[in-house]
């Protein structure tokens, strides 16, 4: 049991953050050993299911259906210390929270997720929800967002993806996609629209298959692709956009985007606490730095890290956690055990890409940015049975089976890979 004092507490495993991956982690750990005196440090009173956003924001799901009270969500058997972490001395093996008390551990698990950077585009923080100007990256801003899409009138719709890694690195494509279907629905709206994606990466998608995927669907919907086009400043009053734009050998250069509707994705790093701590990698980011097979810190082998704050060179989603987690929670164990961490991760990410109102594609893949399948089924095709999974199914194993620490992976679908197989109907690694 946990040693409990006002100033200062020991834990045999602390976990900070009780998002989507401290609450994984936390649940998983409970079940493979009960009785384990394990706290998470979470300020926030109501859980988020930030995959529901992107459906929230285009009218698909209800904004309730996407938070609960975090206490509904801790697992039983976990100390929810209701705070935020301001300090950590990992020499020490201990942290020091907002409240100012210490909190030492065995092993620690950060699982704090990430910064979203506003302030570094000028002009955004105070015209964000005016002007047209909407981000679903916000849940304060969803209900706007929905507003603005569903009551747009026509014009140029905007759509940017920033320079630095972020969470979900397909969702700035699928707000995209859900809005150019409601313009297309809307009488006289489709044919009034210019929709234009300014992307400040070289391509629409990292991995080769689902870039010729994505590829296809822009151009079946005559969407403006521009590649390199990083966004820097809002003029909400004279709705202009300012890109600065890259080209090989050439110094940068900016360009002036007039806009009518503005989708913002801003850019994204690891909390200041975490950047500023000895815990983060040396470079862009501010990244916890853990080993890319086993979660472990690089220098403290007592701290482990997963999900959007970690250094792991993989897409920042809720999918990658899932192939994380069950690795964290192995080496954690033997970690505690004194005896050699087991488990390794393979990179395995998701990105359930949304091109349009009943298509998805599943776009899941590892460290070698080559496609995978869990459903045994060409991952690169856009597909209805994905968008039911993504829309009915996920939400459901998420709040009944994933917060409660059961693997996420399909009893009903494994059984059927030999039958699949021997068919020649399943997917196979190219
Ligand atoms: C619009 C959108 C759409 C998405 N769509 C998908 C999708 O379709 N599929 C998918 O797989 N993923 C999706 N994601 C990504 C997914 O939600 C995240 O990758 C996932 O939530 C990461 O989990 P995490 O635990 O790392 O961070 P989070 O879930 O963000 O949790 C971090 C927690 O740390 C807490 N915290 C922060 N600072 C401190 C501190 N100082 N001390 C203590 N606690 C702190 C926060 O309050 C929070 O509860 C989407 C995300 C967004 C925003």
Not at 91 to 108: C, H, N, P
Not at 160 to 172: F, L, N, R
Request: hydrophobic content about 45%.
């Amino acid at each position: 049991m946990a040693e409990s004092t006002s100033s200062a507490r020991h834990f045999q495993v602390l976990i900070v953050g009780g998002g989507s991956g401290g609450l994984i982690v936390a649940a998983q750990l409970l079940r493979a050993r009960p009785g384990l005196d394990l706290a998470i440090l979470e300020p926030a009173a109501v859980h988020e299911y930030q995959s529901g956003w992107i459906p929230a924001g285009a009218g698909l799901l209800a904004l309730e259906q996407t938070h609960r009270p975090e206490v509904t969500v801790i697992p039983a058997g976990a100390v929810w210390i209701q705070g935020s972490a301001a300090s950590f001395e990992p020499q020490a093996s201990r942290m020091i929270t907002a409240a100012g008390e210490s909190l030492s551990y065995d092993v620690l698990v950060l699982a704090m997720g990430l910064q979203l950077n506003w302030s570094q585009i000028k002009g955004l923080p105070e015209a964000l929800g005016s002007h047209g100007i909407i981000s679903n990256y916000s849940r304060a801003h969803i209900a706007n967002t929905w507003e603005t899409i569903r009551s747009f009138q026509g014009g140029t719709a905007v759509f940017t993806h920033p320079a630095t890694p972020i969470k979900c690195g397909g969702a700035p494509q699928k707000v995209m996609y859900l809005a150019d279907d409601i313009f297309q629905a809307t009488s006289g709206v489709g044919v009034n629209t210019r929709v234009i994606f300014c992307t400040a990466l070289a391509h629409l998608y990292p991995v080769k298959a689902y870039n010729a995927t994505v590829e296809r669907v822009v151009a079946r919907r005559g969407i403006e692709t521009r590649p390199l086009h990083n966004l820097i400043e809002v003029r909400a009053e004279e709705q202009l956009a300012i890109f600065e734009v890259s080209s090989e050998g050439k110094p940068p250069h900016l360009e002036t985007i007039h806009f009518d509707l503005l989708h913002v994705v801003p850019p994204m790093s690891a909390p200041d606490v975490i950047s500023a701590s000895p815990l983060a990698i040396k470079g862009p980011g501010g990244w916890v730095d853990v080993n890319r097979l086993t979660c472990q810190h690089k220098r403290f082998a007592d701290v482990f890290a997963l999900g959007d704050v970690s250094s792991l060179p993989t897409s920042k989603s809720l999918a990658a956690i899932r192939g994380q987690a069950p690795v964290l929670v192995a080496n954690l164990l033997a970690q505690l055990d004194g005896v050699p961490l087991p488990a390794q991760y393979d990179g395995y990410t998701a990105c359930p890409l949304i091109t349009g109102f009943g298509r998805v594609v599943m776009a899941e893949f590892d460290y070698q940015l080559q496609p995978v399948s869990s459903f045994l089924v060409d991952p690169t095709k856009e597909r209805w049975s994905m968008w039911l999974v993504e829309t009915r199914v996920f939400p459901w194993v998420y709040w009944n089976r994933a917060l409660k620490g059961r693997l996420l992976e399909s009893r009903l679908i494994k059984p059927l890979a030999p039958l699949m197989r021997w068919l020649g109907l399943a997917y196979q690694k190219q």
